[in-house]
T-cell receptor, first 114, second 112 residues
């Protein structure tokens, strides 16, 4: 089965707190890609990051960081010093070479309060 | 410069009507998609096209007919609209071997 699980339906934090969004994936393929997308209240889907299965190096981009661990099939996303503008639904997704589609998790709604 | 644009952004229509949503991308991508996002925010692939050829049809009712006149366009026509078709429809595009997809702004379809 190919599946993405985001167990956290909703997370609420206060500004400046750090928050981690969990993503667990299932696949028997050895080559695959993992993604995070952000959907702010305005509704568009914004690409954040793509990771391929051969690259387990963690990535940091400003306040955002991603922790990819093949041993636990997880691709977690951490926002450091959260801001109100980070409030959105965040989706983790899985795809495969020539797979022609993204398999999305159910999303995690993050609310950051001032 | 809008990379993936879809029109209209909002569409309200009565049951039984036929409607179309248009999508265009100016990224030079060879693969385009339609995704459906339901009221619980769940996103699921409907169709994907590569170089104007249908690659994926994910058990979508045949009332939905995509059409790709060229690599830069993928339109979605829906016949005999039903209440359950109410959703947000997203168009997306990518380079097939790169896999990361860029999405349009979405079309919120409401069937009354």
């Amino acid at each position: 089965a190919q599946k993405v699980t985001q167990a956290q339906t909703e997370i609420s934090v206060v500004e400046k707190e750090d928050v981690t969004l969990d993503c667990v994936y299932e696949t028997r393929d050895t080559t695959y890609y993992l993604f995070w997308y952000k959907q702010p209240p305005s509704g568009e889907l914004v690409f954040l990051i793509r990771r391929n299965s051969f690259d387990e190096q963690n990535e940091i981009s400003g306040r955002y960081s991603w922790n990819f661990q093949k041993s636990t099939s997880s691709f977690n996303f951490t926002i450091t010093a959260s801001q109100v503008v980070d409030s959105a639904v965040y989706f983790c997704a899985l795809s495969f070479p020539w797979g022609d589609k993204l398999i999305f998790g159910t999303g995690t709604r993050l609310q950051v309060f001032p | 410069d809008t990379a993936v644009s879809q029109t209209p952004k909002y569409l309200v229509t009565q049951m039984g009507n036929d409607k179309s949503i248009k999508c265009e991308q100016n990224l030079g991508h060879d693969t385009m998609y339609w995704y459906k996002q339901d009221s619980k925010k769940f996103l699921k692939i409907m169709f994907s096209y590569n170089n104007k050829e249908l690659i994926i049809n994910e058990t979508v009712p045949n009332r939905f007919s995509p059409k790709s006149p060229d690599k830069a366009h993928l339109n979605l026509h829906i016949n005999s609209l039903e209440l359950g078709d109410s959703a947000v429809y997203f168009c997306a595009s990518s380079l097939r071997d790169k896999e990361e997809a860029f999405f349009g702004q979405g079309t919120r379809l409401t069937v009354v």
